[in-house]
């Protein structure tokens, strides 16, 4: 990066903040602008807390969602029950299906025991239980924070708050510190997907929803880190005699 100005990414996250302080000041309500403040601060300051040892590394990766999931329940309206959910339950399930079949191929190959077999990664007992409470946690604290907390903030702003959760959901993950390695398409997807966990909470008023969808979308990744810590630390020899099999039945 040339030393004579800051990078994208920095200017997103300061426009990020100004945005939410404009937002705020429209509902005259500044809990969110002071949330993503100190939302902004622990992201960008959670690198300084080392990960040499299994409580070091689980506090700095609960570092990266925790604080989302308490800033919405310190927001005491948080809605648990409600009766208009056929909409959003419809919503769900044919995203989901469409989700899922765009995929299809690529979790097919990914999940398979022929390309798990195969894959060099191989991480510690407790970095794969960690990696594997990292994809629940965060979809329950993020769908606390960016459908629970930013669409009651501004429901003043009716179906603008569903456009407001999904652009901070995807402003969320490009001003990570490993943002960059998202591609353009990737971002588009959480935009989209962002959108439709919005919709979701807009309608039926009930967060379990949207956290459901959020943790079948995680599923995969939750499932991969499962499989490479049976292939690793339970049953090793599973996968080497199962290679020639599950390769005859992906070429099929």
């Not at 794969?128 to 903030?153: D, H, K, P, S, W």
Request: glycine share 4%.
């Amino acid at each position: 990066m040339n030393e004579n100005y800051i990078s994208i990414r920095e200017n997103v996250r300061l426009m990020s903040l100004g945005i939410a302080f404009v937002l705020s000041t429209i509902v005259d309500n500044y809990y969110f602008a002071l949330t993503w403040i100190l939302h902004l601060l622990i992201i960008l300051n959670i690198r300084r807390i080392g990960g040499k040892n299994v409580l070091t590394y689980f506090i700095r990766v609960s570092g990266y969602f925790m604080h989302l999931g308490m800033f919405s329940l310190l927001y005491n309206r948080v809605k648990i029950v409600n009766d208009k959910i056929g909409i959003s339950l419809i919503i769900m399930v044919i995203s989901l299906i469409i989700y899922f079949y765009s995929h299809f191929n690529e979790f097919r190959i990914k999940l398979s025991i022929f390309n798990i077999s195969r894959m060099t990664i191989k991480y510690s007992k407790s970095k794969y239980l960690t990696l594997m409470y990292n994809q629940v946690g965060a979809a329950i604290c993020e769908e606390l924070y960016f459908r629970f907390l930013i669409i009651e903030l501004f429901e003043k702003l009716n179906y603008f708050s569903i456009l407001i959760s999904a652009v901070y959901f995807v402003l969320f993950h490009y001003t990570l510190n490993w943002g960059s390695k998202f591609k353009i398409r990737e971002y588009m997807e959480q935009f989209i997907i962002g959108l439709i966990l919005s919709t979701i909470y807009y309608l039926s008023k009930n967060i379990f929803l949207p956290i459901l969808m959020h943790s079948l979308i995680n599923f995969p990744i939750l499932y991969l880190m499962a499989r490479l810590y049976h292939r690793d630390y339970i049953n090793p020899k599973f996968y080497i005699d199962s290679e020639k099999d599950d390769f005859d039945e992906l070429i099929i």
